[in-house]
């Protein structure tokens, strides 16, 4: 398995049809807004994990009853609320799929085709159970949750393996040590630009906007893009960092995601002055 996935992973190949699906995709789902909701902004953590639970539950509960004597209506209502509710899913998924790095791209093709392959068969054997067609429709669910089964592989892959919508940045936390780390002479810090600074390694920003400084990592939660370098802008009456990258944008007075492809907010750090030295700690 591992060989086939790092295949996957290096198929240069499937880059044709992959720019073409995420053309497609960037075309359809706009405003920027559509876009944010799926990425899961308003949520503040990534919106398709939670989607997916839905087709998930829904199959493997019908699988089961399947089982059971007696129970074609239950697993007909089952196998339609898992048809249904996959439709969401698989738009927030290829909503954050579109702003993935190549590599992760390819996986995210094969773990989508495998899923529609799944959908097609559940949808099949849905129509066959309306139709009465019941040994057909038990028959079609079972191939759909093979199909099913080997795109939550890849899914699975995808997120732990190749960090795909995971926060790239919180692991910094654990290389800073315990205590208070003094980063800068208040009175030197200009207002309302960012500085970079490090603190055991790990480069964090500094925003000042009169004697209140905002201190957040600098890796970006999306794909570890460097805020440090990127603009501030005013969103929604908010002073935000936005990405130079893929333009995630986060407030620089809490780290909230405002703007995706991050469905992470930015970790910030708790901050004191002691004789006009600006501290940071862990959170
Ligand atoms: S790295 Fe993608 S938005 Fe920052």
Not at 56 to 70: E, N, Q, R, T, Y
Not at 99 to 104: G, I
């Amino acid at each position: 398995m591992r060989a086939l996935l790092t295949r996957i992973e290096q198929a240069r190949g499937l880059d044709r049809v992959g720019d073409r699906v995420q053309h497609a995709v960037q075309a359809t789902l706009r405003p920027q807004r559509v876009r944010d909701f799926l990425h899961g902004v308003w949520l503040g953590h990534p919106l398709h994990p939670a989607l997916v639970q839905v087709p998930v539950g829904a199959w493997l509960s019908a699988a089961a009853v399947d089982l059971l004597p007696g129970q074609r209506r239950s697993a007909t209502a089952l196998v339609a609320l898992g048809t249904v509710g996959a439709v969401p899913a698989a738009v927030s998924g290829l909503n954050d799929w579109a702003a993935l790095a190549p590599d992760q791209r390819r996986v995210g093709l094969v773990h989508a085709t495998a899923n529609l392959v799944g959908l097609a068969l559940y949808g099949g054997s849905l129509v066959a159970r309306l139709n009465g067609r019941h040994n057909l429709g038990r028959a079609l669910s079972y191939l759909g949750l093979s199909a099913a089964s080997a795109g939550a592989y890849l899914g699975g892959h995808l997120a732990y393996k190749q960090g795909a919508q995971v926060n790239q940045s919180i692991s910094e936390l654990h290389r800073i040590g315990d205590g208070w780390h003094p980063l800068a002479d208040l009175a030197a810090l200009p207002q309302r630009k960012l500085i970079t600074r490090s603190i055991d390694d790990v480069s964090v920003i500094l925003y000042r906007h009169g004697d209140e400084v905002t201190v957040m990592l600098e890796r970006c939660p999306h794909q570890s893009g460097p805020l440090g370098e990127g603009e501030v802008q005013q969103i929604d009456g908010h002073a935000c960092v936005v990405c130079p990258w893929h333009g995630s944008a986060f407030r620089l007075n809490g780290g909230e995601v405002v703007h995706g492809p991050s469905g992470n907010d930015q970790q910030v750090l708790p901050t004191r002055v002691v004789d006009g030295i600006l501290q940071t700690r862990l959170p």
